[in-house]
């Protein structure tokens, strides 16, 4: 690796290249969110309105879940494999005597994912818009700070298998793990506001649950609930002290 007079820079910059090098990690961040969305929007019922959802159709409430498609699968599955490996390989290790820090990698891994999850967000609100007729989030504002909320916390759960997992192999494991109930809390299989209130409940005190609540109430137009607001970031509070507590470099 080729350090210049910026070495945090020029650490992002290789890390976004190899990023672009693997076309498994973009496709699952960038292109598996709108695929599934245009799969169940082509599904005649869930185009019509539903009085059940407030005349809403089963398709609105998928283009949110779309986005925490994405965070959840760029925060527990590829950036956590990502970490262990170069712990695994001692790319750490060897980056901690040059004059960028193992810390920049970390930093480069967290912006890289921040920026491919950005991408699938706008695509799943454009093919949502265009295809599906889905309406842009009516408070635009609340819907960016409930996005941000959540990204933190899908990013620190990464961090935080990254952080336990004495291997790649163990991360993969345990994100594997993690990441199954983590799509049913987000409302994958079914969407949580169409669930039974007790299993709403439920998964509300989740990060993913929670997040699916203030964007679905920021994609109506209403500032998303400081509870739910509360739930993303305590998550995300919480597990960035794990990953800090327990994370080695080498």
Do not use: K
């Amino acid at each position: 690796m080729t350090i210049g007079t910026n070495p945090t820079a020029a650490v992002v910059r290789t890390e976004a290249r190899l990023f672009t090098r693997e076309p498994g990690a973009l496709f699952w961040i960038l292109v598996f969110p709108v695929v599934l969305l245009t799969i169940l929007g082509l599904i005649p019922a869930f185009r019509e309105a539903d009085p059940g959802l407030g005349g809403r159709r089963v398709i609105d409430l998928y283009v949110p879940i779309a986005v925490l498609l994405s965070m959840i699968v760029a925060g527990i599955q590829t950036m956590p494999a990502v970490l262990s490996t170069y712990r695994e390989r001692g790319i750490l290790r060897r980056l901690s005597v040059t004059p960028a820090r193992p810390q920049a990698l970390l930093l480069a891994q967290i912006l890289i994912h921040a920026v491919a999850v950005a991408a699938s967000i706008v695509l799943a609100l454009l093919v949502g818009r265009a295809v599906f007729g889905v309406a842009f989030p009516e408070q635009p504002w609340g819907y960016a700070l409930a996005v941000l909320l959540t990204l933190a916390a899908a990013l620190s759960i990464g961090a935080a298998i990254a952080a336990v997992s004495a291997s790649a192999r163990i991360a993969q494991t345990v994100g594997t793990i993690v990441f199954f109930p983590m799509m049913f809390c987000a409302g994958v299989w079914l969407p949580v506001q169409t669930m039974p209130d007790l299993l709403q409940r439920v998964v509300g005190v989740t990060p993913f649950g929670a997040a699916s609540e203030i964007l679905d109430q920021a994609a109506r137009g209403e500032w998303p609930s400081a509870g739910g607001m509360a739930v993303v970031a305590l998550w995300a509070v919480a597990l960035t002290v794990v990953a800090v507590r327990w994370f080695r470099w080498e």
